[in-house]
C-alpha cells in the first residue's frame, strides 16, 4: 500500500485531456514539494515535472503540474497516443525520513 | 549529460544477498547537492524506494527494509553500492539507481535499471 494515493488508470481520446490526482497527508505533499515521474513501457521512469509544477529541459508544456494543501496534480492536454505510459507521484516524507511515490497511473490514450 | 549504469548478478537464490553498484558519468559525485539512491519496482507493481547516500557517507533508508540493507559510497571510483541481505521472491524486481536532489524531492536522472530474480 502506497503512502500516496493515485488512482490506477485513466482514458482519454487523442486530443483531449486528462488530470492525474496524487492525494498524500502533513508529512509528505502538504510539507514537501511534489515531483512526477513518466514511465514508458519497458524503460527506466523519466523525471517530468519538479517542484510540484517545474517542467525540466525537452519536457513539452502540455505537461503541467499543481499542488494544492496535501494534494498534487499532474495534468496532460492535447493527448497523443505517445503519451501512454505509467504516471508516479513522488516527494519526501518528513515523518518516514524516506521518498515516497504514489502506486502510480496507467495513462491509456484510446 | 549524467549517465548512471548499474551492474551485478541477476540470478540469486533465496538467503543469498543482493549486492549492485551503479556507476556515476557525466558529473561528479562529490557534490552536496545530491544524493545518490536505489529504487526497485516488483513485475507489474510500483515504484519502492530503497535507500540513498550522500557522497559524504550520510545515509537514509526506507523504514520497512532499513533491517536488511546497507548502501554505501566509493567516491573515488564515482560509484554507490546496495546490499540487501536474506533475499526472498518478494525481493525479485528491477533494480534502479537515481540521482536524488539533496532534498530527496527530486530525483533527476535514473539508471536503466538491472532486473534481479530470486529462486527457492
Known amino acids: 500500500q502506497s503512502v500516496l494515493t493515485q488512482p490506477p488508470s485513466v482514458s482519454a481520446a487523442p486530443g483531449q485531456n486528462v488530470a492525474i490526482s496524487c492525494s498524500g497527508g502533513n508529512s509528505n505533499i502538504g510539507t514537501n514539494d511534489v515531483s512526477w515521474y513518466q514511465q514508458l513501457p519497458g524503460t527506466a521512469p523519466k523525471l517530468l515535472i519538479s517542484d510540484n509544477n517545474k517542467r525540466p529541459s525537452g519536457i513539452p508544456d502540455r505537461f503541467s503540474g499543481s499542488k494544492s494543501g496535501a494534494s498534487a496534480t499532474l495534468a496532460v492536454t492535447g493527448l497523443q497516443t505517445g503519451d501512454e505510459a505509467d504516471y508516479y507521484c513522488g516527494t519526501w516524507d518528513s515523518s518516514l525520513s524516506a521518498v515516497v511515490f504514489g502506486g502510480g497511473t496507467k495513462l491509456t490514450v484510446l | 549529460q549524467v549517465h548512471l549504469q548499474e551492474s551485478g548478478p541477476a540470478q540469486l537464490k533465496s538467503s543469498e544477498t543482493l549486492s549492485l553498484t551503479c556507476r556515476v558519468s557525466g558529473t561528479s559525485i562529490y557534490s552536496s547537492n545530491y544524493y545518490w539512491g536505489w529504487v526497485r519496482q516488483a513485475p507489474g507493481r510500483g515504484l519502492e524506494y530503497i535507500a540513498s547516500?550522500?557522497?559524504?557517507?550520510?545515509?537514509y533508508y526506507s523504514p520497512s527494509l532499513k533491517s536488511r540493507v546497507s548502501i554505501s559510497v566509493d567516491a573515488s571510483k564515482s560509484q554507490f553500492s546496495l546490499r540487501l541481505a536474506s533475499v526472498t521472491a518478494a525481493d525479485a524486481a528491477v533494480y534502479f539507481c537515481?540521482?536524488?536532489?539533496?532534498?530527496?524531492?527530486?530525483?533527476?536522472?535514473w539508471g536503466q535499471g538491472a532486473l534481479v530474480t530470486v529462486s527457492s
Open positions: 547516500i550522500s557522497y559524504a557517507g550520510k545515509t
Open positions: 537515481a540521482r536524488l536532489r539533496y532534498t530527496h524531492t527530486v530525483l533527476m536522472d
